[in-house]
Every structure is written in C-alpha cells, then in structure tokens.
C-alpha cells in the first residue's frame, strides 16, 4: 500500500470510528431507558405516597373492627352478668345503661365501616395498578437493554476491525506524516485529507489556477492544500488530467 493510499485509508477510517461511536452514544434504545428510568422514578414516588395511604386505611379499618369486637365482648360479658340474676336493682340499671352506650358505640363503627372497607378496597387497587405499571415498565426496561446489548454488540465488533485495520493501515505511514494528519485532524473535525481531481481539492472545492499546477506536480504526492492548509493528497492527478 502506498502512503498516499495509506493516508486516504486513515482518514476513511478515522471517520467511520466517528460515526459509530456518536452511533453508540445515540442508540434509540438508551433515549428510551432513559425515559423509562425517569418513569420508573416518578413512579416510585407515587408508589411510596399509595402504599402509605393503603397503609393508613387498613390501620383505620383494623381500628374499627377491633374496636367493634371489643364492644361486643364487652356486651357478652354484660349480659351474661344481667342473666346471671346477681344483681341488685341498681347494677342492672348501671348495666342497662352500659348497654345502651355500647349499642350507639357499636352502630357509628358499623356505619363507618362500610366506608373504611370501600376506602381499604381503593387503595389496594391503586398499589396492585401502580405496582403492575412499575413491572410493565421494568419488563420493558429490560427488552430494551436486550436490545441495547446486541445493537451496541454489532457496532463494537465493527470498531474492533476498523481500529484493527488502522493498526495494519499505521505502518505505511511515516512518522512526520501522520503527526501531521493527527493534527490536521483536530484541526478539522476528522476532515484532514483532501484528494485532488482535476483542478479542486475534494473538501474545500476552491479551483486552483493552472498556472499553479507546476509548483503542484514538482511537489510531493503529499502536499497541504494552499487555500484550506488541508493534507492535499495528488497521487495520480495527473494522469487523470493528462
């Protein structure tokens, strides 16, 4: 291989590293986990909140109902008291009282209850559907890092051969030339050799006037381009313009 070719070569591959590490940089799949991941979050927020106020609504049912069991043991043991003919005339009024307390106490549970166990049922649904969103969105998650995987598997195995052929494609190059190329490059983005056909440098496209042509086909086959300072590569210009 040529050094003229070499360096034509480098700069083909060079580019093609550009576009397929900005191509593992911009993998669609990453955008979406990433938006998957900021749902997941926001989720997890509103998980925390439902998952307290289920917490808070079976804390208030449990309360009813134990308190409601309570009341009626209470009851029991009045009754039974009040059938075992033991007490005098004013225990029984004081148990009958205690009775009719119980009764108004035992009905305000039992109408509340209905609504504590309506607001239990609420928040249960709430958390089984935002933890079933939380596994949907997990589930995706993971499709999408599969497929991460295997799109960014491909491209990598594409960097290996071209960094692999840079290596081979190094050894045609003097040391001056490609200092000069790596800074030409920096210089220009990657864009740092330029061919020349007919009268135009393939980058920059300014026409160079014949009367320069001389100067030109005198020079070395590896110039710099007068008007962009470019690596100017002429290797066979003249036998296309001959």
Not at 10 to 39: F, G
Not at 55 to 71: F, G, I, P, Q, W
């Amino acid at each position: 291989m040529k050094e003229t070719e070499a360096l034509v070569r480098i700069q083909e591959i060079d580019l093609a590293l550009m576009r397929s590490k900005s191509k593992l940089d911009n993998m669609p799949q990453a955008k979406k986990r990433l938006a998957v991941a900021t749902a997941r979050k926001k989720l997890a927020g509103e998980i925390s909140k439902i998952v307290g106020i289920r917490k808070d609504a079976d804390m208030d049912l449990e309360e009813n109902e134990a308190s409601h069991r309570r009341a009626e043991e209470q009851v029991e043991e009045i009754q039974e008291k009040y059938a075992s003919g033991e007490a005098g005339y004013r225990e029984l009024a004081d148990l009958e009282s205690r009775l009719s307390t119980l009764a108004k106490r035992m009905e305000k549970l039992e109408f509340k209850h209905g609504d504590l166990v309506a607001k239990a049922e609420v928040a249960h649904k709430r958390e089984s559907d935002a933890l079933a969103l939380d596994k949907k969105l997990q589930m995706e998650d993971e499709a999408l890092l599969e497929s991460l995987n295997q799109s960014t598997a491909q491209v990598r195995q594409g960097i290996r051969e071209l960094l692999a052929e840079r290596k081979e494609v190094c050894q045609y190059l003097s040391d001056d030339v490609m200092a000069r190329y790596e800074a030409a490059a920096r210089r220009f983005d990657g864009l740092a050799v330029e061919t020349l056909r007919a009268s135009q440098p393939s980058i920059c496209r300014v026409t160079i006037p014949a009367s320069s042509f001389g100067d030109i086909r005198r020079g070395p086959s590896i110039t710099e381009c007068p008007y962009c300072h470019r690596l100017l590569v002429t290797d066979g210009m003249f036998d296309l313009n001959a």
